[in-house]
């Protein structure tokens, strides 16, 4: 019976330093069990690095590199290369149900805000008045007659004050988003 005794409390005493190790506020941090993985000693982006002689954490690329599935596009955001483009830039991606469905989920996630769910220039935020300028209609008559080559470069380098979009759209999307408004938006 002593036994059992000593240990119950035992039990109890580890009970007990477990519960008040488990109490963590700024005044009773506690115990980290490993410490280097809770606190980084990694340099944050944009603060001082006395590694490097200009003192900067954030490194310039090599001169020349680019990402590995880079495309060079040789248009730039004028309105002749623009219409070249139209004429030049074709793509022979078949029309799938997989691209199409693709398609609107990039038109969802980048399109979507300022042209509006149905295409029809009336997104959020023109609707909402936090931007006053309206954005183009890609469900117009004027948009149905224009080549797909020009959407694509339009996507890319941007048009008038739309952004470029190229940097953040993958070539292939920026097709699938083109059948997308084709073949969904159009026929609406």
């Known amino acids: ?6 240990w119950s409390a035992l039990l109890a005493i580890v009970f007990v330093i477990s519960l008040a ?18 606190y980084s000693h990694a340099y944050e982006t944009n603060s001082e690095n006395p590694n490097f002689k200009d003192g900067k954490t954030m490194r310039e690329p090599v001169i020349g590199t680019v990402s590995r599935d880079f495309v060079a596009y040789p248009y730039q955001k004028t309105d002749q290369d623009r219409a070249l483009a139209g004429k ?3 793509t022979n991606m078949p029309y799938t149900r997989e691209n199409i469905e693709r398609g609107k989920l990039v038109f969802q996630a980048y399109c979507q805000i300022c042209h509006g769910e149905a295409g029809d220039g009336k997104g959020f935020l023109f609707t909402s008045g936090k ?21 694509f470069h339009v996507i890319t380098v941007g048009f008038g004050i739309m952004g470029a979009y190229g940097s953040q759209i993958r070539p292939d999307d920026r097709w699938k988003t083109i059948m997308y408004i084709r073949r969904e938006l159009e026929k609406k």
């Open 1 to 6: 019976m002593q036994h059992f005794r000593n």
């Open 88 to 90: 030049v830039i074709t």
């Open 21 to 38: 190790s488990c109490d963590r506020d700024n005044n009773h941090p506690g115990y980290d069990f490993m410490p280097d993985m809770a």
């Open 131 to 151: 931007y006053p300028y309206p954005p183009a209609s890609l469900i117009n008559d004027k948009m149905k007659n224009t080549p797909d080559g020009e959407v």
